[in-house]
């Protein structure tokens, strides 16, 4: 109806960016070798020993691929206050929130989505911004202390995600190695993870990389 207000409540799961991907390392015990190393290419990889390389850069998935400039920073603030005796979550219109962190008394505050911005200098605009938007959203928040605030880029893209197979061949071998290239999911990284994950798993099965 025209001009109505309404609003939803509901009890759901919530994980923590921080230890879910902690979690998940875990899961993996023993059977993955992880290595570190700078490269500024796929085609670095494509003389090493690999059957296949899924790419999940981020903001750097784009320069990897060495085909796609699409990808671009969606800068974005939160603020950390402390608040006892919060249980829920409230939301409204994406870029105002409040959300309790699981298992202790602070509560993270936010947002703001500033496109194509590198630095992560905070302002106190910023700030202020978020402060004015989530304390009318939630007024109790109001006298809460500040326990810190951060700042992030979010790997978004222009036309969304990217999820394909391709095929890449090293110059001086010829060989070829399959790339799947998983890049491009913005603010909804952590939403988007599961099903991005099945859909890899499908493209592996049916370009018959592995069994």
């Known amino acids: 109806m025209a001009n109505s207000t309404f609003g939803i409540h509901y009890t759901a ?5 921080r230890r879910f991907v902690s979690y998940l390392k875990n899961q993996l015990g023993n059977t993955v070798e992880y290595k570190t190393q700078k490269i500024e290419s796929i ?7 690999f059957s296949l390389i899924v790419n999940c850069a981020g903001l750097g998935g784009g320069k990897l691929a060495g085909d ?9 603030v939160g ?21 309790p962190v699981v298992g202790d008394d602070r509560v993270l505050l936010g947002t703001l989505r500033q496109d194509n911005r590198w630095d992560r200098e905070i302002s106190r605009e910023d700030i202020n911004d978020i402060w004015t938007r989530v304390t009318e959203l939630k007024p109790s928040l109001k006298h809460s202390e500040v326990v810190s605030e951060w700042c992030g880029l979010r790997p978004d893209r222009k036309g969304g995600v990217r999820l394909e197979h391709k095929l890449l061949e090293d110059d001086k071998t010829n060989k070829q190695i399959h790339v799947i290239h998983n890049y491009g999911h913005g603010a909804k990284g952590f939403l988007l993870s599961w099903g991005c ?9 049916n370009k018959g990389i592995c069994e």
């Open 79 to 99: 603020i950390v206050v402390k608040a006892p005796g919060q249980s829920h979550f409230c939301y409204e219109d994406a870029d105002t929130f409040c959300i």
């Open 197 to 205: 994950a099945r859909e890899v798993l499908e493209l592996i099965k």
């Open 43 to 49: 085609k670095e990889l494509a003389n090493q020993d």
């Open 68 to 76: 796609d400039e699409n990808v671009f920073p969606n800068r974005g």
């Open 13 to 17: 799961y919530a994980a923590e960016g």
